[in-house]
């Protein structure tokens, strides 16, 4: 397995039953995994994304996580250094360089209304500190709403690294008809990086999508339904640029600031993609004006 994300519904309580269970001894033990508190909106206590691994392609995954005592008194700002620190520092021995080898990446904000503005100024400080700029690229990634069991903890990071990639096998999708740039509203990241391997296999990393137009403006304010079409014709424009469909779609992740907006998603998702595997998480999506989010990959040959 590439890695598997692990969804609870209540983290405090559950992280440490979920570290003692046959699920970690038969399962987790043997694959990197990410454990978050993003409840499913099923009602279930616990939902699991497996990626399969890809052979060919060797990656790493990491969950980066901040212990309560590292945490405590620490601003999102800090934390969010604190975590790129811990990344930078676990897989040096590889090697690696933030700017070239890492592809993706996920952050999981505590009360995100008040804390992502933190979190994205320390991802563009690092960043900067790392020659990532608006001269150069920045990286695909999810920035939403999580938590951890840990009381202190405001941020946790995922990162995805491919230690042997090269940058002329990364291209960087626009579809700037349909989104504009991220940093012109002040955020550091890739809408989404195409991955070209020497087997001929692409993959389609895709962030975090909303309902967003081509002047950043949110589209379909208190509309759900409308936001989730936008939102998904975004995603079949970013494939678009790259050379795919939304047939390639191995699975889409779906953030929900409200339960009760969950029907009407998973009804047009049944509706347009009905063999698309899907998994519908609560998370506050980074404007409150956003009611859902997406993420997905893609692959092909």
Not at 13 to 29: I, P, V
Not at 200 to 220: M, N, P, R, W, Y
Not at 236 to 258: E, P, Q, W
Request: with cysteine; hydrophobic share 40%; aromatic share 8%.
């Amino acid at each position: 397995m590439q890695y598997v994300k692990v969804f609870l519904s209540d983290a405090a309580n559950q992280e440490s039953e979920l570290m003692q269970s046959t699920l970690m001894g038969d399962l987790l033990r043997n694959a990197p995994f990410t454990v978050i508190q993003q409840p499913p909106v099923n009602g279930a206590k616990i939902a699991l994304l497996i990626k399969t691994s890809d052979e060919e392609n060797q990656s790493l995954f990491h969950a980066i996580r901040l212990t309560d005592e590292e945490a405590a008194h620490q601003s999102s700002y800090v934390q969010t250094i604190m975590l790129f620190d811990k990344y930078l520092e676990a897989t040096r021995q590889y090697g690696i360089e933030l700017k070239t080898h890492c592809v993706r990446t996920w952050l999981y904000v505590r009360d995100i209304d008040a804390n992502y503005a933190g979190v994205v100024r320390a991802r563009n400080d690092i960043f900067r500190q790392h020659g990532l700029t608006i001269d150069t690229h920045f990286i695909a990634s999810t920035g939403i709403g999580g938590r951890t069991g840990e009381r202190n903890v405001l941020v946790a990071m995922d990162f995805l690294t491919y230690p042997n990639i090269k940058e002329e096998q990364k291209v960087y999708l626009k579809a700037l008809d349909h989104l504009n740039p991220t940093h012109e509203y002040g955020v550091a990241f890739e809408r989404a990086t195409r991955l070209d391997f020497a087997s001929g296999k692409q993959q389609f990393l895709v962030s975090g999508t909303a309902s967003i137009d081509h002047h950043g403006e949110v589209v379909f304010v208190g509309d759900v339904k409308m936001q989730t079409r936008r939102l998904l014709e975004n995603i079949g424009a970013l494939l678009m640029n790259g050379g795919a469909t939304m047939s390639d779609v191995k699975y889409f992740i779906v953030y929900l600031r409200d339960l009760a907006d969950a029907h009407d998603v998973e009804s047009i998702l049944d509706e347009l993609y009905p063999d698309i595997p899907h998994i519908l998480t609560l998370a506050e999506v980074c404007r409150p004006k956003w009611l859902v989010e997406m993420e997905c990959i893609a692959e092909k040959y």
